[in-house]
């Protein structure tokens, strides 16, 4: 996906959730949606993956949406149905494309990596900030 598509700012939520025993494929991507942080208490029917697994699908056929048509799809206002649009891309799952929302990678899997690897790459920044942190405060330690 072309780098201009990725938001440069997003939240991420990393939640310790037991995974489904079963191979449910709907209990596999509510677990990862669950930890991912999409499930608040006020979500009880869990809309924010049924929007993410439209858009997956959709997608996978090569027929992204609008938010329009994501709200028909779910039987959600549109106004719903943006708000957990705008949490998605915030999560980095989700990309807008002009009028029409993608998942961020073509693949559930690539995508988990991609985050991994914006974790790592922030991880490594806020380390060489703390090395320089620990060098001004005159704090020895061993790298």
Request: include cysteine; proline fraction near 3%; charged fraction near 35%.
């Amino acid at each position: 996906m072309p780098e201009e598509t990725r938001r440069a700012s997003f939240k991420i939520v990393v939640r310790r959730v037991e995974q489904p025993f079963s191979s449910n494929l709907d209990r596999e991507l509510d677990w990862i949606c669950s930890s991912l942080g999409f499930f608040e208490p006020i979500d009880r029917e869990k809309t924010a993956a049924s929007v993410f697994k439209v858009i997956v699908r959709a997608a996978e056929q090569r027929k992204p949406l609008t938010s329009t048509a994501l709200a028909k799809r779910v039987d959600m206002s549109r106004g719903s149905v943006i708000n957990h649009l705008n949490r998605l891309q915030r999560s980095g799952l989700v990309v807008r494309q002009g009028r029409f929302y993608l998942p961020r990678s073509r693949s559930v899997f690539r995508t988990i990596e991609e985050i991994e690897e914006d974790i790592e790459r922030i991880f490594q920044r806020m380390k060489k900030a703390a090395v320089e942190i620990d060098r001004e405060f005159g704090i020895k330690f061993e790298e």
